[in-house]
């Protein structure tokens, strides 16, 4: 090990060179030395701030030039430990409720650095890493209510998942032809149609696919923000009266805002109703199907036509993995197939198996499956879904705590996982609560004890708490409730 051997190349005498390392074993033991750091950086995550700004030092040292010679690799390693694990966003940690993200989970960890030794590309092909893919988006269907005939793609989180969505929706609503003429080539414009709540990944997808944001129609939602389906119902009408060709509804299980879910039941009848293709953008919400408490708030998520699902996020996958489900598997192959003479299929051998790419716009893709598939069979379907009902006990625990404070107002009671309120000792105006409940927000973040964010909920600014984290315990929430008050009262 370890020896270079000159040979003769061509013409010229030179030293073949390779990635791999003179010395197997310094490896070894520095591969070594950073599994039990990164145990013990889990482990001792609940002790650690949860995030700290980064002094000018660190910002510094990701600011030098492209390196032209070699460092070693414990060198690079150890100034990694000193200016990038201690600055992490803070989502592995109990008490981070900002935004919606997952934990992640250490075995999903280790499901990364396998599938990067591993190293296959999951374009597609006849091998195993392939297999590990397919049986994961059937697990996914299984946990959806799926039958096994659908189709499906991992993808890189829900934002690309609803765009495979929308893409398949679109060119069976096109009646085919939109691949080759473009949305140019249509006689009428198509609407698609979710509600004000809806997220604007959408927004994005509907532009990227050409249909621009006029093509999307937010209807408005309900008193528990979920879509007014007589308002769905009209609307089609209106645009079909104006010679537009009604496509698609995006429904949401689980609105980003306040974990709002629309009416699945119903919008499925007037989806089938009407001939519209039936989304469910569940990358919140999907996953309730799995947890036994729960469920029922997701029934009729089997009827869609397609569901985008965020492993990411309820399954706690570490970033990123998404996927989108399709019951039509053949509609979904129609929309990203293609026949190139550099990628033909054999009847044997490595190009014989399934080709993943022609379910979505990558080529190449990597092995995001093994991560999931891992925590999967190490802890079972059911342990996942109790965890989800853990985390909607915690959000009613929270509220229940918060309804009893007279200085904190509830602005949206959680449906699931996540709680708008704000500190509000009452006598204030809504600029002035704004401004409070902003500094209480950025000093719990500084302080490094808590993740919220913020939002505006029917025109009321609040902190928002999506308590989407395996980690998370009654009494962080204890403590929470403490912090708002004792900062709100600090600072008005
Ligand atoms: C998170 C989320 C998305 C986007 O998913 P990413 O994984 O962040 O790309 C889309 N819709 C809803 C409702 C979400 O919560």
């Not at 397919?134 to 829900?158: E, N, R």
């Amino acid at each position: 090990m370890g020896d270079t051997v000159s040979h003769t190349v061509g013409a010229t005498n030179v030293t073949p060179e390779t990635l791999d390392p003179q010395d197997w074993r310094a490896l070894r033991a520095l591969s070594h030395r950073m599994v039990d750091d990164a145990i013990d950086y889990v482990a001792g995550v609940r002790d650690r701030p949860i995030w700290q700004p980064m002094p000018d030092s660190v910002r510094d040292y990701f600011d030098t030039p492209l390196p032209k010679t070699p460092q070693p690799l414990d060198s690079v390693y150890r100034e990694l430990s000193e200016n990038l694990m201690p600055y992490p966003m803070g989502n592995i940690h109990p008490r981070f409720w900002g935004w919606y993200m997952g934990a992640g989970n250490f075995t999903g960890a280790l499901g990364d650095f396998l599938a990067a030794v591993v190293g296959s590309n999951l374009g597609g092909g006849d091998h195993a890493a392939t297999r590990v893919e397919q049986q994961l988006i059937g697990w996914l269907k299984d946990m959806v209510g799926f039958p096994a005939t659908a189709g499906g793609t991992l993808t890189s989180g829900g934002s690309m998942a609803n765009l495979i969505g929308l893409a398949v929706a679109r060119n069976v609503q096109s009646g085919g032809q939109i691949r080759e003429t473009g949305v140019a080539g249509a006689s009428s414009a198509m609407v698609f149609y979710a509600s004000d709540q809806v997220h604007g990944c959408h927004r994005k997808a509907l532009e990227i696919l050409g249909h621009g944001n006029t093509a999307l129609r937010k209807l408005p939602t309900d008193g528990q923000l979920r879509m007014d389906t007589h308002a769905l119902r009209r609307a089609i009408a209106a645009d079909r009266g104006a010679g537009l060709q009604p496509a698609c509804v995006i429904a949401t299980a689980g609105t980003v805002n306040t974990g709002a879910i629309d009416d699945l039941r119903d919008i499925a009848e007037i989806c089938r109703e009407e001939g519209l293709w039936f989304h469910v953008d569940g990358c919140i919400g999907a996953l309730l199907a799995i947890a036994p408490d729960n469920a029922w708030r997701v029934a009729a998520i089997e009827q869609a036509d397609s569901i985008a699902l965020d492993p990411h996020k309820w399954l706690h996958a570490p970033f990123d993995v998404g996927c989108v489900l399709t019951r039509d598997r053949e509609a979904h192959f129609e929309t990203f197939t293609l026949d190139q003479e550099y990628l033909q299929k054999t009847e044997r051998g490595l190009a014989a198996g399934d080709w993943l790419y022609e379910y979505g716009p990558q080529t190449s893709r990597g092995f995001r499956a093994l991560k999931v598939w891992m925590a999967l069979k190490e802890h079972g379907v059911e342990k996942f879904g109790r965890l989800i009902d853990q985390d909607v006990a915690h959000a009613k625990y929270l509220a229940a705590l918060i309804e009893d404070e007279t200085d904190l107002a509830m602005v949206a009671a959680p449906t699931i996982n996540i709680v708008c309120f704000r500190f509000d000792p009452g006598q204030l105006g809504e600029q002035h609560l704004k401004r409070i409940n902003t500094e209480i927000m950025l000093r719990m973040q500084e302080s490094g004890f808590a993740i919220l964010s913020d939002t505006t909920v029917s025109g009321r600014h609040c902190l928002r708490v999506a308590i989407n984290n395996h980690r998370t315990r009654q009494s962080d929430l204890d403590r929470l409730v403490g912090e708002v008050l004792r900062l709100g009262r600090d600072i008005a």
